[in-house]
């Protein structure tokens, strides 16, 4: 009976997407539920950031034949390094057009929690129910209308993890007083745009930038063009 229920995919991002494109191609009945108002929403807060690998590395398998069967779909040059927008314009927003992904994608719907429920309509003890692993997934979502309530025969999380970042402290665990720092916006999002939006926050100012990856490179190298 679980087949009569979709594969539901959380997050309109390019792993969620991906996924549902290769579930499509099985002709499986896919759910996608975005908790922003289009699809990558969360890369248009780094839009202005290249990526750290060509376009050869970001486009899924699945995705590229569902969108080269459009007809007028233009794969972009394999080994152009792409910004997060030329991401989402190039790539995503027309994936998350094609005719076969489109009407399966809900925008607004953030998932808040996710738990088991009997085909027969009966809850399921989180410790002490049987078959509890063959049961059905209830998924609620908050709405702008409220709270609605989803079932599903199976949950992929593509949430990444924009949303939640590493703290700054050591061990895994906030420093002392960084929530504090946060609200006073002492400490900023990930990936800032210095020599954009954010330039106003930064000119004049003396920065720490914690990292030693790709992402502080390159907050360094616009922080040295802002200065």
């Known amino acids: 009976m679980t087949e009569n229920y979709p594969v539901v995919v959380i997050g309109a991002g390019p792993t969620g997407l991906a996924a549902a494109a290769h579930l499509i191609e099985q002709d499986q009945e896919v759910l996608v539920l975005e908790a922003g108002a289009s699809v990558g929403a969360t890369i248009k807060q780094w839009k202005h950031i290249k990526l750290f690998s060509p376009w050869r590395f ?19 040059r394999e080994t152009k390094l792409p910004t997060g927008a030329e991401f989402l314009e190039q790539y995503l927003e027309p994936l998350a057009s094609h005719p076969k992904l489109i009407s399966q ?7 808040t929690k996710i738990s088991r429920l009997h085909q027969d ?9 049987a078959d509890r692993d063959e ?19 199976a949950v992929i ?3 990444g993890t ?6 700054v402290g050591r061990s895994g665990i ?16 990930p990936l800032p745009d210095p020599l954009g939006a954010d330039s106003e926050d930064f000119a004049g100012k003396t920065i720490l930038v914690l990292g030693a990856g790709h992402s502080a490179a390159n907050t360094i190298i616009s922080l040295g063009r802002l200065q």
């Open 58 to 76: 970001n486009i899924d398998a699945a995705a590229r034949r569902l969108l080269e069967n459009t007809g007028d779909w233009v794969a972009p």
């Open 105 to 111: 994608i809900i925008y607004g719907h953030r998932v």
């Open 121 to 129: 309509g009966r809850g399921v003890d989180k410790a002490r129910t």
């Open 135 to 153: 049961s059905l997934f209830l998924i609620r979502t908050e709405t702008a209308q409220g709270a609605v309530d989803l079932q599903a025969r």
């Open 157 to 159: 999380d593509a949430t």
């Open 162 to 167: 924009w949303n939640q970042p590493n703290p």
């Open 174 to 189: 906030e420093a002392i007083g960084e929530s504090e720092a946060h609200a006073a916006s002492f400490i900023t999002s």
